[in-house]
């Protein structure tokens, strides 16, 4: 099943340097997305002192409780943020990828009310929270940028509520797949309608309050629809408009391109 043309997750670690800014291109890329930012602005954020650091799958990012001096960069691979409850369930409540500042929340919020941590092998720049709040008070253009980009992620949460909460399985799974789609060609080398999740099964359940069991189920339905294909075992859209069809997808949400406003 063809998937040579899938965009790859690893934008960052392939083309840190086609903007000239190093490991935080990716970030600047991001942010481009949905705010202004002018060559001085970028060349600052481009600037900031960071150390780049590998995280394996399950490792923890940042704890509950936590406060926080350090703004993790997410470079490559996938990560997530979950609540525990007191019996020790989980509900991951955000997926973040390429390109996404994982804590801009702390430059305001200082203690953490939520656990982060890899859903995949990840590459992370860790930038502390003070030279970020620095620029921020520096250039109006950045912390117009960090304020959009910590709406959005609010944006997406609420998305994601009605989506566990109202949406049948087939459609919450088609919808996620539709949500990855999108913010992976935000920061992706070159667009697709093609590409691999490296996402597993059980993984895909966490995220949608399903069972492996069921999730199984739904994808070889989308399968048969030809929306998707499943190659030695890997997940790849296919057929990106039959997925916004079953989910009734719409990107508003994203507030993607809109320098304008929100």
């Known amino acids: 099943m063809p998937n040579g043309d899938a965009p790859s997750f690893e934008w960052a670690d392939e083309h840190a340097g086609r903007m000239g800014y190093g490991p935080l291109s990716i970030l ?7 705010s202004l930012l002018s060559t001085s602005d970028q060349q ?21 409780g936590d406060r926080a001096d350090i703004c993790p960069v997410l470079l490559s691979g996938f990560v997530y943020r979950q609540k525990v409850a007191s019996d020790g369930g989980r509900q991951i409540v955000a997926l973040k990828m390429p390109g996404d500042a994982l804590d801009f929340q702390s430059i305001f919020l200082p203690t953490a009310d939520h656990d982060v941590r890899a859903l995949t092998p990840a590459t992370l720049a860790l930038v502390p929270l003070k030279a970020i709040e ?10 117009r940028a960090v304020l959009v980009d910590i709406l959005i992620e609010s944006s997406i949460g609420r998305e994601w509520l009605l989506n566990i909460g109202r949406r049948n399985a087939l459609a919450r799974l088609a919808h996620l797949l539709c949500e990855l789609h999108d913010r992976v060609n935000e920061i992706a080398s070159a667009r697709s309608g093609n590409f691999r999740v490296p996402l597993t099964q059980e993984q895909l359940a966490d995220l949608l309050g399903l069972t492996p069991v069921h999730i199984n189920r739904m994808l070889r339905q989308l399968e048969q629809m030809g929306a998707i294909g499943r190659p030695s075992r890997s997940l790849t859209i296919l057929n990106f408009p039959k997925l916004a069809q079953i989910s009734s997808f719409s990107s508003t949400y994203l507030h993607r391109n809109n320098p304008s406003g929100v």
């Open 28 to 34: 600047i890329r991001k942010l481009l997305n949905h």
């Open 44 to 64: 600052a954020i481009a600037g900031l002192p960071h150390i780049v650091k590998r995280a394996e799958t399950g490792d923890s990012i940042l704890r509950e």
């Open 134 to 143: 620095q620029l921020t008070i520096a250039s109006a253009g950045i912390a």
